[in-house]
T-cell receptor, first 116, second 116 residues
Framework: KAGVTQTPRYLIKTRGQQVTLSCSPI?????VSWYQQTPGQGLQFLFE???????NKGNFPGRFSGRQFSNSRSEMNVSTLELGDSALYLC???????????????FGPGTRLTVT | AQTVTQSQPEMSVQEAETVTLSCTYD???????LFWYKQPPSRQMILVIR??????QNATENRFSVNFQKAAKSFSLKISDSQLGDAAMYFC?????????????FGKGTKLSVKP
């Protein structure tokens, strides 16, 4: 089956602009998580969505937001871009929350955002 | 707060040899999951192996095995019979038991090179 897809794959924006990134999870997966990857900070959790509801949020400013649609596709938005927002943004999907076994997260190829 | 530390930024191994990547973590919880993820230069992150903290037996997946020392909070990855395709960034990650599937806490990664 098709994997996690992210669009666009590459993006160049200017400081002050806003950007929207998209993630389509694997069919049947209802949970989508977003991570930011930078050389300095490594991989950091942004937020998680399940059934159109944000379930968990990392320690990022309010400029970072997201949403999930009824078909489980998710978007994340960054407003008022700063140079430090340049990063690889990874999306991961899984079946959903569990009180027990951890469902494997499947990662997309990422969107490379460059802010100039 | 939980933290994950990978003390080896880079490692190198000869093809067909064995290499061990180190990972330590800090948590006050007794139940949790630990993972090793591989991120090849193409950037698609894939799960290599996972370990449930309540299981004493070390996880094994083909040429990949872990040495899980719960008391020492250590979780190392051993790659046997290294292949050129094993060259990648390897990330150790922690997730608490139950609840959201997101919120993986990653180490900074170890870049593994495989020499022919």
């Amino acid at each position: 089956k098709a994997g996690v897809t992210q669009t666009p794959r590459y993006l160049i924006k200017t400081r002050g602009q806003q950007v929207t990134l998209s993630c389509s999870p694997i069919s049947g997966h209802r949970s989508v998580s977003w991570y930011q990857q930078t050389p300095g900070q490594g991989l950091q959790f942004l937020f998680e969505y399940f059934s159109e509801t944000q379930r968990n949020k990392g320690n990022f400013p309010g400029r970072f937001s997201g949403r999930q649609f009824s078909n489980s596709r998710s978007e994340m938005n960054v407003s008022t871009l700063e140079l430090g927002d340049s990063a690889l943004y990874l999306c991961a999907s899984s079946f959903g929350p569990s009180r027990g076994p951890a469902y494997e997260q499947y990662f997309g190829p990422g969107t490379r955002l460059t802010v100039t | 707060a939980q933290t994950v530390t990978q003390s080896q930024p880079e490692m190198s191994v000869q093809e067909a040899e064995t290499v061990t990547l180190s990972c330590t973590y800090d948590t006050s919880e007794s139940d949790y999951y630990l993972f090793w993820y591989k991120q090849p230069p193409s950037r698609q992150m894939i799960l290599v192996i996972r370990q449930e903290a309540y299981k004493q037996q070390n996880a094994t997946e083909n040429r990949f095995s872990v040495n899980f020392q719960k008391a020492a909070k250590s979780f190392s990855l051993k790659i046997s019979d290294s292949q050129l395709g094993d060259a990648a960034m390897y990330f150790c990650a922690y997730r608490r038991y139950g609840g959201s599937q997101g919120n993986l806490i990653f180490g900074k990664g170890t870049k593994l090179s495989v020499k022919p």
